[in-house]
């Protein structure tokens, strides 16, 4: 009889990992939402962090670094500051970095135009500070990874705090972004633990979960991670000496049901159910570099099937390749005529608004595609997908169904590169939030998942 048995996807490398405070100072510009009727931050809800993940594979040094910053994204001038002191790093190596932002909507916005507004010339010193400490942290996290002999092991969880935001207004064809009771919404968590290998001891949790951080809106003043703080607090509470990573993943169509509040308690009670949700999670797993396998029967009142743990050793593969994708556009405004709309309005929504499609038009132009890039790293037995833009979350779905049973780690909102949604192609004419404010076209989601299932299969050697 052949012995069946049930393996997790597993790593055997080297880790480090440290976190560092890079809250902004009270006062400095924080607006995120049109709605919002100010432009400063009036205190801290919970601090804003900077966590650096340094992996290393077991017997090579080709250092591979990822940074989880609680910001909406790491854009403009943040993303050439950090490029710029982390790219040293690895060699110059831009697919061995991966900075991303939580998508918080608690922390501000720190492009370049935002520096004219109230509390904004507090933002390049901000930024410069952070660089610092950043790279600081970067160069703990190195430092520990070069010692320490880790395993890093993947298990799929479950939580209901994502749901979908595509309501159609009853007796309309207009799309209002909150909360459809009626869409089942995709509430797959991915957990990675790491462990050290001298004491089997936690030293970090990895949370890959896709769901918008806006339930603190525009009556927030306060620099929050949003729920994020609470979930990464209620994890570390549970296994001390672990700190939790947060990846945002593919959320276009996903948010809290109940958001857009100013009270705080609210994203501290959304954090604490992801957290839970982690925690199962983490218990459901075997000790590090154990399976379970089928040992034979036992008679009993029924015929006994007996599973025990058995050891394994898990792959020690650590590679991966940047890619570069090309996006059909739609047509756009031309900047001329947003910048004259801009002049011209006293709504401050809408100015916002068009800030926000006058940044987009000035960097995509005006050709009918654009690239993007895009990242896949092969972690033991899991693959980690990364890429700029906000997908529906389809694309996770579908990579995840493609690769079965390896996890996959689907990764938004990472480096620069990405301006917008991107949607399912039957939602192309529907006057909904996340197709007017792309510039991606109709196909632009079925393009980019292609491109990643066809270099994902190159990756694993399919």
Same mark, same amino acid.
């Given at each position: 009889?052949?012995?069946?048995?049930?393996?997790? &996807?597993?790593?055997?490398?080297?880790?480090?990992?440290?976190?560092?405070? !890079?809250?902004?100072?009270?006062?400095?510009?924080?607006?995120?939402?049109?709605?919002?009727?100010?432009?400063?931050?009036?205190?801290?809800?919970?601090?804003?962090?900077?966590?650096?993940?340094?992996?290393?594979?077991?017997?090579?040094?080709?250092?591979?670094? =990822?940074?989880?910053?609680?910001?909406?994204?790491?854009?403009?001038?943040?993303?050439?500051?950090?490029?710029?002191?982390?790219?040293?790093?690895?060699?110059? @190596?831009?697919?061995?970095?991966?900075?991303?932002?939580?998508?918080?909507?608690?922390?501000?916005?720190?492009?370049?135009?935002?520096?004219?507004?109230?509390?904004?010339?507090?933002?390049?010193?901000?930024?410069?500070?952070?660089?610092?400490? /950043?790279?600081? &942290?970067?160069?703990?996290?190195?430092?520990?990874?070069?010692?320490?002999?880790?395993?890093?092991?993947?298990?799929?969880?479950? $939580?209901?705090? &994502? &749901?979908?935001?595509?309501?159609?207004?009853?007796?309309?064809?207009?799309?209002?972004?909150?909360? #459809?009771?009626?869409?089942?919404?995709?509430?797959?968590?991915?957990?990675?633990? /790491?462990?050290?290998?001298?004491?089997?001891?936690? !030293?970090?949790?990895?949370? #890959?979960?896709?769901?918008?951080?806006?339930? =603190?809106?525009?009556?927030?003043?306060?620099?929050?991670?949003?729920?994020?703080?609470?979930?990464?607090?209620?994890?570390?509470?549970?296994?001390?000496?672990?700190? $939790?990573?947060?990846?945002?993943?593919?959320?276009?169509?996903?948010?809290?049901?109940?958001?857009?509040?100013?009270?705080?308690?609210?994203?501290?009670?959304?954090?604490?159910?992801?957290?839970?949700?982690?925690?199962?999670?983490?218990?459901?797993?075997?000790? %590090?570099?154990?399976?379970?396998?089928?040992?034979?029967?036992?008679?009993?009142?029924?015929?006994?099937?007996?599973?025990? %743990?058995?050891?394994?050793?898990?792959?020690?593969?650590?590679?991966? !390749?940047?890619?570069?994708?090309? /996006?059909? =556009?739609?047509?756009?405004?031309?900047?001329?005529?947003?910048?004259?709309?801009?002049?011209?309005?006293?709504?401050?929504?809408?100015?916002?608004?068009?800030?926000?499609?006058?940044? /987009?038009?000035?960097?995509?132009?005006?050709?009918?595609?654009?690239?993007?890039?895009?990242?896949?790293?092969?972690?033991?037995?899991?693959? =980690?997908?990364?890429?700029?833009?906000?997908?529906?979350?389809?694309?996770?779905?579908?990579?995840? @169904?493609?690769?079965? %049973?390896? %996890?996959?780690?689907?990764?938004?909102?990472?480096?620069?590169?990405?301006?917008?949604?991107?949607?399912?192609?039957?939602?192309?004419?529907?006057?909904?939030?996340?197709?007017?404010?792309?510039?991606?076209?109709?196909?632009?989601?079925?393009?980019?998942?292609?491109?990643?299932?066809?270099?994902?299969?190159?990756?694993?050697?399919?």
């Amino acid at each position: 009889m052949s012995t069946l048995e049930s393996t997790p &996807a597993a790593a055997a490398l080297r880790a480090g990992i440290y976190r560092c405070d !890079i809250t902004p100072p009270v006062g400095m510009y924080a607006r995120t939402w049109g709605a919002a009727d100010h432009d400063k931050a009036e205190g801290v809800h919970r601090p804003i962090t900077a966590t650096v993940v340094a992996l290393m594979p077991k017997n090579r040094d080709e250092l591979r670094l =990822l940074l989880a910053v609680d910001w909406p994204g790491v854009w403009d001038v943040s993303y050439d500051l950090l490029s710029e002191a982390l790219l040293p790093l690895v060699d110059g @190596d831009h697919s061995r970095l991966l900075m991303m932002g939580s998508h918080t909507h608690g922390a501000g916005l720190y492009y370049k135009d935002r520096w004219e507004l109230p509390g904004g010339e507090l933002i390049p010193g901000y930024l410069a500070k952070t660089r610092d400490s /950043i790279l600081a &942290a970067a160069k703990e996290a190195v430092s520990q990874a070069e010692s320490t002999q880790a395993t890093i092991t993947w298990a799929y969880g479950r $939580c209901s705090l &994502a &749901a979908n935001r595509d309501l159609k207004e009853p007796g309309t064809d207009r799309y209002v972004t909150g909360f #459809n009771p009626d869409v089942e919404a995709d509430d797959t968590v991915l957990v990675g633990r /790491i462990t050290r290998d001298e004491d089997a001891a936690e !030293i970090g949790v990895i949370v #890959n979960y896709g769901c918008h951080p806006t339930t =603190l809106a525009w009556e927030n003043k306060l620099f929050s991670p949003d729920y994020i703080g609470a979930m990464r607090e209620t994890v570390e509470k549970n296994v001390p000496g672990a700190t $939790c990573i947060f990846l945002y993943a593919a959320a276009g169509d996903l948010s809290p049901s109940y958001q857009y509040v100013g009270d705080t308690r609210v994203p501290d009670k959304h954090g604490r159910q992801l957290g839970y949700s982690v925690l199962s999670a983490l218990e459901s797993m075997l000790a %590090p570099c154990q399976k379970l396998s089928y040992t034979g029967v036992m008679e009993s009142g029924a015929p006994l099937g007996v599973w025990r %743990p058995t050891p394994f050793e898990p792959s020690e593969d650590l590679s991966g !390749i940047e890619i570069q994708v090309e /996006i059909p =556009l739609k047509e756009m405004p031309p900047a001329e005529e947003l910048e004259k709309q801009l002049e011209e309005t006293t709504n401050r929504a809408l100015e916002e608004r068009l800030r926000r499609k006058l940044r /987009i038009v000035e960097m995509v132009g005006s050709d009918s595609t654009t690239t993007v890039p895009g990242w896949i790293w092969k972690i033991g037995g899991a693959l =980690l997908m990364a890429q700029p833009c906000e997908p529906y979350s389809v694309f996770q779905s579908d990579l995840r @169904d493609q690769f079965s %049973p390896a %996890p996959v780690v689907v990764c938004s909102v990472t480096n620069s590169g990405g301006h917008g949604y991107m949607y399912p192609e039957h939602l192309a004419n529907e006057n909904l939030y996340q197709v007017w404010q792309s510039p991606y076209g109709a196909k632009a989601l079925e393009a980019l998942t292609e491109a990643f299932k066809t270099e994902g299969r190159r990756v694993l050697g399919q």
